[in-house]
């Protein structure tokens, strides 16, 4: 089946620092997406990519899909503490298919 | 809209002890999926519903685990007997659609703990 692998798994930081995390598959994907779970609460939809190539921004947010199809970024310029959480990668594999998610990130940012 | 709503929020049981957790998706959605995270294993679909008709069930572990979706706002998980391995955070999530453009919202889980 398809796979993401989702890296670095976890990353400790200082407040004002950008964040860079990535991630691959061996199978093409339609789509890719970037979620954020906090403690207690389930994924939470930041950034959605539908074209190889695209790149989208929302807020200190940045993501990229990779031209290849089999990758994509996230970037957080200048963190703050709220941006504590668990970054999860996803896609799909094509329309219609399931949604394949990586094992994602967890941040962590001392003020 | 509210999003989706799941309860119980938490559940602490016995081992052999029934288990049902609740969902209601988010209004006009047709989508329905549970998921279950554990550390080992990470976010894995369990079931999804399109209309209130199961889908595709491969992602339920055993027979233990049951799904059904009576109406289009509301769907139970049901797991029996319950096993301490079945301990995990249970997500819900719902989306007007499949696949690409169709983007899922999930609820805030269950966290559910089998002693």
């Known amino acids: 089946g398809q796979q993401l692998n989702q890296s670095p798994q976890s990353m400790f930081i200082q407040e004002g620092e950008d964040v860079s995390m990535n991630c691959t598959s061996s199978s093409i994907f339609n789509t890719w997406l970037w979620y954020k779970q906090e403690p207690g609460e389930g994924p939470v939809l930041l950034i959605a990519?539908?074209?190889?190539?695209e790149l989208t921004s929302n807020g200190r947010l940045t993501a990229q899909f990779g031209i290849t199809r089999k990758d994509s970024f996230l970037n957080i310029s200048a963190s703050i503490p709220s941006d504590v959480g668990i970054y999860f990668c996803?896609?799909?594999?094509?329309?219609?298919?399931?949604?394949?998610f990586g094992e994602g990130t967890q941040l962590t940012v001392n003020p | 809209d509210a999003g989706v709503i799941q309860s119980p929020r938490h559940e602490v049981t016995e081992m052999g002890q029934e288990v049902t957790l609740r969902c209601k998706p988010i209004?006009?959605?047709?989508?329905l999926f549970w998921y279950r995270q554990t550390m080992m294993r990470g976010l894995e679909l369990l079931i999804y519903?399109?209309?209130?008709?199961?889908?595709?069930d491969s992602g339920m572990p055993e027979d233990r685990f049951s799904a059904k979706m009576p109406n289009a706002s509301f769907s139970t998980l049901k797991i029996q007997p319950s096993e301490p391995r079945d301990s995990a955070v249970y997500f819900c999530a719902s989306s007007y659609g499949q696949g690409v453009g169709n983007e899922q919202f999930f609820g805030p889980g269950t966290r559910l703990t089998v002693l």
């Open positions: 209004s006009g959605h047709d989508y």
């Open positions: 996803a896609g799909h594999f094509s329309s219609g298919s399931r949604l394949t």
């Open positions: 990519l539908y074209k190889a190539g």
């Open positions: 519903f399109n209309n209130n008709v199961p889908i595709d």
